[in-house]
């Protein structure tokens, strides 16, 4: 995702509202699914089951929801986002782990 440039209070305020809200999002009870064959793909379920889910794609920062239509960011994006580099960093951790071979007798 590129850096957002702010020039003004307003929407430094919606920013850090939408950071605070990304962070609390999973905890919050959201969910999310990765699509089969799109890596950077997501569908991201609210809490609520009646409301409808949104497609967020990590790569392209871009989110289905309302919000990101009228602001370019939301904080499914960010949440998502952050979760990938999560799991790149777990990945890249496992990648790297080698077992102790002596541990294993
Ligand atoms: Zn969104």
Do not use: Q
């Not at 999310?32 to 009646?50: C, G, R, T």
């Amino acid at each position: 995702m590129e850096a957002i440039i702010i020039n003004d209070i307003e929407t430094a305020r919606h920013h850090a509202n939408i950071a605070a809200k990304a962070a609390r999002l999973w905890a919050e009870g959201y969910t999310y699914k990765p699509f089969d064959n799109a890596p950077n793909l997501f569908f991201v379920f609210p809490p609520d089951p009646e409301k409808t889910g949104y497609i967020v794609d990590t790569a392209a920062g871009y989110c289905s929801c309302p919000g990101f239509k009228g602001a370019g960011v939301c904080s499914h994006l960010v949440a998502m986002t952050d979760e990938v580099e999560f799991i790149n960093r777990v990945n890249e951790m496992e990648d790297a782990y080698t077992a102790p071979v002596d541990a294993c007798h």
